[in-house]
């Protein structure tokens, strides 16, 4: 697309936009007396209209039946994970077994890591993307520690070149292969939350794979971002959190992957528990488990049905806008005229008082471009939110920016960049 510097351009392309009507399905904080331009997507999705009403469903359920709702109902509680598979199954690539609903995505990532991390003497390293959220950090370092390695001597960081931000491709793959004898797990995010790159997973997927390893995927900022393929990819596991890109909730439920080809190995350990017991006989509370066949067997509580709720809630809007590919289509147009409209900036300054460091080509991101602003980041990024501007805040300097396509419009991106560009005025910046 051409874009253009104007609010007309900006008006025009939303009137054009096939996925307008998607935006009033959320709700939107408000700022003196109007929506928010909510960029913000990467880290909480907006609440969908009809949550409200997916949840007082399953109030009315368990006023009208109690205990009874988990068999009776248009939905029992039971099977109601079922509900959501098709379309999650969609966004992430995947056949309906390779995917269950449950617990949080840091849990996930540490009972997919007692299935697939099982270290020996000679192969006992984690490959990960240097700058990995935290969390994920967390939990690599204390699965290592658990089986009383050194996470200093067991985590293998790829960190970009000197001078450059993101990684490259070539090198990621050099460093599995350098390190191929001693590679229990590579484990890398689909896109890393602090640049906003989004990985060439299947090749990092073959990679891992040549070398002995299993490989792991950690989606939270990938999921309902990007076109994904889970399946064809080969990758062993993933997870992924459904409150940002899936605006399921803050603390939303999430997924994991796990991938066929390991449904009949019984020699994988699991955390067990009667939530991932055979369905047919779950109830016949027998001894022994006998996991359900697919990635169900790796549950282990009672899924919470009202977070369940929330998630179909969101999952039915993207069924209605016809999946990922329309949505990434949009997603690309509007980050790119963000992008547009931040390099104009620039340039009318005379210099590159904003830094992109996401990538420039569309392949390697999804909808998050992360600004590092040059001078006065912080009160820039305060001028920005009280003027009803949100993105978020990054240590030092950088300020995330998502143009999420169901819910973000055009003009939303055009008032976003006036605001970068009265920001420098206001701070003197
Ligand atoms: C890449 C990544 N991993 C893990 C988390 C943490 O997820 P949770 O708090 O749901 O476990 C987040 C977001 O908070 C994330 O972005
Ligand atoms: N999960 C979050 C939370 O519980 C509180 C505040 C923020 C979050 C986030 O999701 C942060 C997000 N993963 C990030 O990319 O920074």
Redesign the pocket.
């Known amino acids: 697309m051409i874009y253009q510097d104007t609010f007309g351009f900006a008006q025009q392309q939303d009137e054009q936009d096939e996925l307008k009507s998607f935006r009033d399905e959320f709700l939107f904080p408000q700022h003196n007396g109007h929506k928010v331009i909510y960029l913000c997507g990467n880290s909480l999705g907006l609440q969908p209209k009809s949550a409200g009403q997916y949840i007082k469903i399953q109030l009315d359920n368990w006023e009208n039946f109690a205990v009874e709702g988990w068999f009776m109902g248009d939905d029992p509680w039971l099977s109601y994970h079922k509900a959501l598979l098709p379309t999650l199954s969609g966004l992430l690539g995947a056949n309906d077994r390779e995917i269950t609903v449950m617990n ?4 996930n990532l540490h009972l997919l890591m007692v299935s697939f991390y099982k270290p020996t003497n000679k192969r006992f390293k984690i490959l990960m993307e240097a700058g ?2 935290p ?2 950090q967390y939990a690599v370092e204390s699965q290592v520690r658990f089986h009383g390695f050194n996470p200093k001597e067991a985590i293998i960081e790829v960190t970009p070149r000197a001078g450059e931000v993101t990684l490259r491709t070539a090198d990621i793959i050099a460093q599995i292969e350098d390190n191929a004898d001693e590679i229990a797990l590579v484990l890398f ?1 689909g896109i890393n ?1 602090y640049t906003g790159q989004l990985f060439d997973m299947e090749s990092i997927v073959k990679a891992g794979h040549k070398a002995g390893a299993m490989v792991g995927l ?1 989606l ?2 990938a999921a309902g971002n990007v076109p994904l393929q889970l399946h064809n990819w080969g990758a062993d596991f993933a997870s992924w ?1 459904s409150y940002k890109y899936m605006n399921s909730g803050p603390g939303g439920i ?1 997924g994991a992957f796990v991938h066929e080809r390991h449904f009949a190995n019984d020699k994988l350990n699991r955390f067990a528990g009667w939530w991932g017991y055979r369905r047919d006989k779950q109830f016949l509370m027998q001894p022994g488990f006998d996991p359900e066949l697919g990635a169900q067997g790796w549950n282990v509580s009672t899924s919470p049905v009202v977070l369940m709720a929330m998630h179909k809630a969101s999952l039915d809007i993207f069924e209605k806008a016809g999946g990922i590919v329309p949505l990434r289509k949009k997603g690309d147009l509007l980050t790119g005229y963000l992008e547009y409209l931040i390099n104009n900036i620039n340039q009318k300054q005379g210099e590159e008082v904003y830094r992109i460091i996401t990538p420039k080509d569309q392949k390697d991101r999804g909808s998050q471009l992360s600004v590092v602003c040059k001078r006065d980041a912080r009160a820039i990024f305060d001028y920005l939110a009280q003027n009803g501007i949100i993105g978020d805040w990054r240590e030092p300097d950088v300020i995330r920016l998502s143009p999420v396509p169901l819910y973000n419009s055009f003009t939303d991106i055009y008032h976003a960049a006036e605001g970068l560009f009265k920001a420098l005025g206001a701070t003197n910046a």
């Open positions: 949080s995505l840091t849990v990995a959220f969390s994920d995010s939350y950690d939270a900022h959190c999430s």
